[in-house]
């Protein structure tokens, strides 16, 4: 582990004022010095599937699923809590929603069977809210469609890799109840912040390579 000194970290926290510790619930943060747009047009949208996948802090699950041709778009956000747009503080403190990753893909490029396969590589599927180093039901593990026929493909994977595990998963697998966007400063975070936290291992982020 490298160590600073403290008038190091001390500047490193009043221009950040940030935990790199654990995700942004432990994180004060007052933004980032560029952003990346992602513009995608209508037709695109229009013509895109749609999956929400919960998988712990949401940074590194959004960064992730970036790498894959045929992910068009991703936004993180909060699902599948009350019907009432949390703040980020609020769904720290327990409002109920699920840090979740919308992920618009063109399944002529990729299935969702492959996008689930990328999401069990990354997660603990036995853990109860919990991922990584981060604990809260706000970082449960969850995959909610709001197409039915995809029900088939998910139960499918869900099957085998329960399978695999030889117990129950404790993942969700449930209709999306709500999804509200997460605030600008979450949205591509490890892209504005590369030496930002995240749980997952740094070599997963070479599998679309």
Same mark, same amino acid.
């Given at each position: 582990?490298? &160590?600073?000194?403290?008038?190091?970290?001390?500047?490193?926290?009043?221009?950040?004022?940030?935990?790199?510790?654990?995700?942004?619930?432990?994180?004060?943060?007052?933004?980032?010095?560029?952003?990346?747009?992602?513009?995608?047009?209508?037709?695109?949208?229009?013509?895109?599937?749609?999956?929400?996948?919960?998988?712990?802090?949401?940074?590194?699950?959004?960064?992730?699923?970036?790498?894959?041709?045929?992910?068009?778009?991703?936004?993180?956000?909060?699902?599948?809590?009350?019907?009432?747009?949390?703040?980020?503080?609020?769904?720290?403190?327990?409002?109920?929603?699920?840090?979740?990753?919308?992920?618009?893909?063109?399944?002529?490029?990729?299935?969702?069977?492959?996008?689930?396969?990328?999401?069990?590589?990354?997660?603990?599927?036995?853990?109860?809210?919990?991922?990584?180093?981060?604990?809260?039901?706000?970082? &449960?593990?969850?995959?909610?469609?709001?197409?039915?026929?995809?029900?088939?493909?998910?139960?499918?994977?869900?099957? &085998?890799?329960?399978?695999?595990?030889?117990?129950?998963?404790?993942?969700?697998?449930?209709?999306?109840?709500?999804?509200?966007?997460?605030?600008?400063?979450?949205?591509?975070?490890?892209?504005?912040?590369?030496?930002?936290?995240?749980?997952?291992?740094?070599?997963?982020?070479?599998?679309?390579?």
């Amino acid at each position: 582990m490298i &160590r600073f000194g403290k008038p190091i970290i001390m500047v490193l926290c009043m221009v950040t004022l940030c935990s790199v510790m654990l995700c942004g619930c432990t994180t004060s943060y007052m933004g980032a010095a560029s952003d990346k747009a992602e513009v995608v047009s209508e037709e695109v949208i229009a013509d895109m599937k749609n999956i929400y996948l919960a998988g712990g802090c949401f940074w590194g699950v959004q960064k992730y699923f970036d790498q894959f041709d045929g992910v068009v778009f991703t936004e993180v956000g909060y699902a599948n809590g009350p019907d009432e747009e949390p703040t980020y503080k609020e769904v720290c403190n327990s409002s109920g929603h699920a840090e979740t990753v919308h992920i618009g893909y063109d399944d002529s490029k990729i299935t969702l069977t492959k996008l689930l396969d990328y999401y069990f590589m990354v997660i603990d599927p036995l853990s109860v809210n919990k991922q990584g180093n981060d604990v809260g039901v706000q970082y &449960r593990t969850g995959i909610y469609y709001t197409d039915e026929s995809q029900l088939v493909e998910i139960q499918t994977v869900f099957d &085998r890799e329960q399978a695999k595990a030889g117990e129950a998963l404790a993942v969700e697998v449930e209709p999306l109840a709500n999804f509200y966007k997460a605030e600008e400063y979450h949205q591509k975070y490890l892209d504005k912040n590369p030496g930002g936290y995240c749980h997952i291992p740094k070599d997963m982020f070479e599998l679309g390579k």
